[in-house]
């Protein structure tokens, strides 16, 4: 993990308060799928860093982008950002999704759920890089579909199953609907979103027997492990404090969803 100041490439508004931004950084090289930058705000009243999720590395390792909603203070900032603002930034941070646990020959369900849909695009294109087999469930608001035609470009279309609560596209309702209704199967899924999309997916991963993980959002103040400010509540131990607790920052923010209690 590391500090580095990035300079924005373009930053684009993909539907109403969501916005694309392509940052150059030294943290691209290193960052893995689910991984998340610590972004600065630079506005003297925002002091924490936000958590945002990295969607996707360029081919050369040289800039990630994050896809966020504009929420409050920082969001709003970052959202005015053009072509050549400095960034201060730290990461890559938090485990990301371990790509391994996909066995040859299987199959995943990569399912992402209003804003924690940008991280399953990098998920994506590593597991086809692999050679691996996965079909992606995004859960939307309505028929905004921000990054359907990358998810669609990864993919292909047959595989990109959609739910929006208004039912305007796709299945009417959860993604967990969607995959009842058309009959999506897989063997393991791999998941960020709401916290009630996340415990419907441990519920529908425990009656199916899949192993699930799922990436948890906790507020963040240090990003590095030393503040306590994220922890979760977990079934095991943890081995320096002895209590059942794991830091979303450190540990998370991907867990296997059997060993936390959401
Ligand atoms: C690991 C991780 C990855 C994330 N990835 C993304 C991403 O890819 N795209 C994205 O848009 N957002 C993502 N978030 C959420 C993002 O960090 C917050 O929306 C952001 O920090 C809000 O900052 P703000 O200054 O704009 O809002 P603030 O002024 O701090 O807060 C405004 C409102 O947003 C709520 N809020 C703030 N932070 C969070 C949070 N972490 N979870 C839930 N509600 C929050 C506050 O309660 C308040 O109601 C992620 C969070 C985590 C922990
Ligand atoms: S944000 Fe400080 S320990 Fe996770």
């Given at each position: 993990m590391k500090k580095d100041t990035g300079i924005v490439l373009s930053q684009t508004r993909l539907a109403d308060g969501i916005y694309s931004m392509w940052i150059d950084t030294e943290i691209a090289s290193e960052a893995r799928p689910g991984q998340f930058a610590a972004i600065f705000p630079s506005a003297g009243n925002t002091l924490l860093q936000r958590p945002i999720s990295i969607c996707e590395v360029s081919g050369d390792k040289s800039a990630i982008r994050i896809v966020y909603r504009v929420v409050g203070k920082g969001t709003n900032e970052f959202s005015s950002y053009t072509e050549g603002t400095k960034v201060e930034l730290l990461g890559p941070c938090g485990n990301g999704f371990d790509t391994e646990a996909l066995a040859e020959g299987k199959s995943a369900l990569l399912i992402g759920g209003g804003?924690?849909?940008?991280?399953m695009l990098e998920l994506g294109k590593t597991l086809k890089k692999q050679g691996k087999n996965f079909k992606f469930v995004l859960g939307y608001r309505?028929?905004?579909?921000?990054l359907y035609d990358d998810f669609v470009r990864c993919a292909g279309k047959e595989n990109v199953i959609i739910a929006t609560d208004d039912g305007s596209v796709g299945t009417h309702g959860t993604v967990v609907s969607a995959i009842n209704e058309q009959n999506v199967a897989g063997d393991i899924i791999f998941s960020c979103g709401p916290m009630p999309m996340l415990r419907a997916l441990k519920v529908f991963s425990e009656e199916k027997n899949m192993t699930a993980y799922i990436s948890l959002e906790e507020r963040m103040a240090?990003?590095?492990?030393?503040?306590?400010?994220c922890v979760c509540k977990t079934v095991n131990k943890d081995h320096h404090s002895h209590v059942n607790n794991a830091r979303v920052c450190v540990e998370g923010p991907v867990f296997d969803a059997k060993e936390v209690e959401i």
């Open positions: 804003i924690g849909v940008p991280p309505n028929s905004e579909l921000f240090c990003g590095v492990g030393a503040c306590l400010g």
